[in-house]
């Protein structure tokens, strides 16, 4: 398994089609007009391949806040289903965790839905803490 960072629209297809397991709201060709749009303002991705196969995905931000100085937001975050508990996802947490040493960030954040069990066991055993609730609110209601 290795761990890339997206360097060209060439790589988007197989990146895709992962992001849709957890993004089913789109098409691969809205998902991928959607990453094209994110990544004006920063958003990167980084996946693992195995056997030439994207098995595991991350987008992320770079930023900056007062409450947490430079850090790493992950948006997205997912193992291919059938790659699952095969270390792919640890490996990415790994590469996120190595390149924010490298860029001088001091944390790594995600927010994760309260009824995705599984991902929040994986996250503790990643020693993420549980450090705050997210609230939210809909504009448009």
């Not at 060709?29 to 991350?58: D, H, N, P, W």
């Not at 948006?75 to 924010?100: M, P």
């Not at 944390?107 to 994760?112: G, K, P």
Request: charged share 20%.
């Amino acid at each position: 398994m290795k761990v890339h960072l997206l360097g060209s629209n060439q790589e988007l297809d197989g990146v895709a089609k992962v992001l849709l397991q957890l993004r089913p709201q789109y098409s691969s060709a809205t998902i991928i007009e959607q990453i094209k749009q994110q990544q004006q303002s920063g958003y990167q991705l980084a996946y693992v391949t195995e056997k030439g196969e994207v098995t595991c995905v991350a987008g992320f931000v770079v930023g900056e806040k007062l409450a947490w100085g430079k850090h790493i937001y992950i948006d997205d975050l997912v193992t291919c289903e059938q790659h699952r508990s095969t270390g792919a996802g640890s490996l990415l947490i790994n590469w996120l965790k190595d390149y924010g040493q490298q860029i001088g960030a001091k944390q790594l954040h995600l927010d994760s839905g309260v009824q995705r069990f599984p991902a929040h066991r994986f996250y503790l055993r990643e020693r993420f803490d549980i450090a705050s609730h997210h609230f939210s609110f809909s504009i448009d209601s």
